[in-house]
């Protein structure tokens, strides 16, 4: 029986579960939105929508709580330079780039030092969300499988980041659809106005 036990278990034991909800997370506040599958997004949802909740309150015990459940205080931003940022991330003020004393390289050219992740919570995201009582994410579903295990792939993402790239690499049909009623309708009340002759 499983009576009252909370979440999925994802075929993971609870230390390689909860490294995975924090590095899906961490993914999802870093670049605002992620791919993965439904059950693993429906897994971490709760959890992004807790950690947004408690970076709302901006005291010190819910920064700690946050840290504590990101598992600790990690380094964000793997877009360091302009020129490695996509398009759509160079107008949008979210994924605005550190300043360059804030980013240290070791010799080999990794990242040894950057901009904190709860830091980035705390001033970033959670401001955005402070007159909304909850669902800060959505789940979008892409019609597309995996190709190994046919998993359902979906788009997770922060509500508000709809000027994003095209979910689907599809182009939506949605607006054309939209058009062509408008100009059907046009068409109608066009005719009806015409006089008869």
Same mark, same amino acid.
């Given at each position: 029986? !499983? ?7 994802l075929?993971r ?16 506040f870093?670049?605002?939105?992620? $791919?993965t ?6 897994a ?5 929508e ?10 010190l ?5 946050v840290t504590? !459940? ?32 804030e ?8 990242v040894?030092?950057?901009p904190?992740?709860?830091?980035h919570?705390? #001033?970033?995201?959670?401001? !955005?969300? $402070?007159d909304?009582a ?8 892409l019609? @597309?499988?995996r190709i ?5 792939k ?8 709809? #000027?994003?790239?095209e ?7 949605r607006r054309?659809?939209?058009? !062509?009623? @408008? @100009?059907f ?6 005719q009806a ?5």
């Amino acid at each position: 029986m !499983r009576h009252r036990v909370y979440g999925k278990r994802l075929t993971r034991n609870s230390a390689h579960r909860r490294a995975m909800l924090r590095n899906l997370a961490a993914g999802l506040f870093e670049h605002g939105q992620i $791919t993965t599958t439904l059950p693993k997004a429906k897994a971490v949802q709760p959890f992004i929508e807790r950690i947004i909740t408690l970076a709302k309150r901006g005291d010190l015990h819910s920064r700690r709580l946050v840290t504590a !459940r990101m598992g600790g205080d990690r380094r964000a931003f793997v877009w360091l330079t302009e020129d490695k940022l996509p398009d759509h991330k160079r107008e949008n003020p979210y994924f605005d780039l550190p300043d360059a004393d804030e980013v240290e390289f070791n010799r080999y050219g990794e990242v040894r030092k950057a901009p904190s992740l709860i830091k980035h919570i705390f #001033e970033h995201v959670a401001p !955005r969300y $402070t007159d909304r009582a909850g669902g800060y994410t959505r789940i979008v579903k892409l019609g @597309t499988h995996r190709i190994g295990d046919a998993g359902e792939k979906v788009v997770m993402q922060l509500v508000g980041e709809e #000027e994003g790239p095209e979910l689907s690499g599809r182009l939506s049909r949605r607006r054309e659809m939209a058009d !062509r009623r @408008t @100009t059907f309708a046009a068409a109608l009340r066009k005719q009806a106005d015409k006089p008869e002759d």
